[in-house]
């Protein structure tokens, strides 16, 4: 039997060491870690190495279930893989138990509160973006290439420029800004 840990944070700048100390102290002989967003499986190259590692009596263990996944559906799926393996689910801050029914119902109820936490987030922010567009603070994200100059330094007109990138002659003006047309 091995206990493999899975240790997730969202983003580069969070630390995995939290996580990775707690599941060592749990007795994790391996440990996999990744920085990527829980709210979807796909991408998620560290787990998916674990679910193809482990084997009958193996148990896979995480220091919390929202750091495996953060929608129900896929923290089922996974549930299910291991499972399948023959292998177990712990988690070292949560009492889990998924011989037990009341254990998978424990279970299936903290993967709810994950998504709605996640939800909740996401609802904080569109409020937060409506309440800057009122003010007419919000931006938006800052374009991450500048077509427009690009084909004006290669000897394109406006026209042509609106025409190649399918938007109107004066989306054009305004990305070049009036003196450089």
């Known amino acids: 039997m091995t206990i493999i840990g899975y240790a997730r944070v969202s983003t580069t700048d969070q630390n995995l060491e939290i996580q990775e100390t707690a599941l060592r102290a749990g007795g994790c002989e391996v440990i996999r870690s990744e920085k990527r967003s829980g709210t979807t499986t796909n991408g998620r190259a560290e787990l998916q190495t674990v679910l193809d590692f482990l084997r009958q009596g193996d148990v896979l263990m995480v220091t919390r279930i929202d750091r495996l996944a953060r929608s129900i559906g896929d923290l089922q799926d996974i549930v299910r893989a ?55 603070k919000y931006k938006g994200r800052p374009a991450s290439i500048d077509p427009e100059r690009q084909l004006k330094a290669e000897g394109m007109g406006p026209t042509k420029i609106a025409n190649v990138l399918g938007i109107g002659r004066a989306s054009v003006y305004r990305a070049l800004g009036a003196d450089t047309v």
């Open 82 to 136: 291991v499972k399948a393996k023959g292998a177990s689910l712990k988690a070292t801050e949560q009492p889990i138990d998924t011989s037990t029914a009341a254990g998978k119902c424990f279970l299936d109820m903290l993967g709810v509160f994950a998504e709605f936490e996640t939800n909740l987030r996401k609802e904080r922010q569109l409020e937060g973006v409506a309440k800057a567009k009122s003010e007419r």
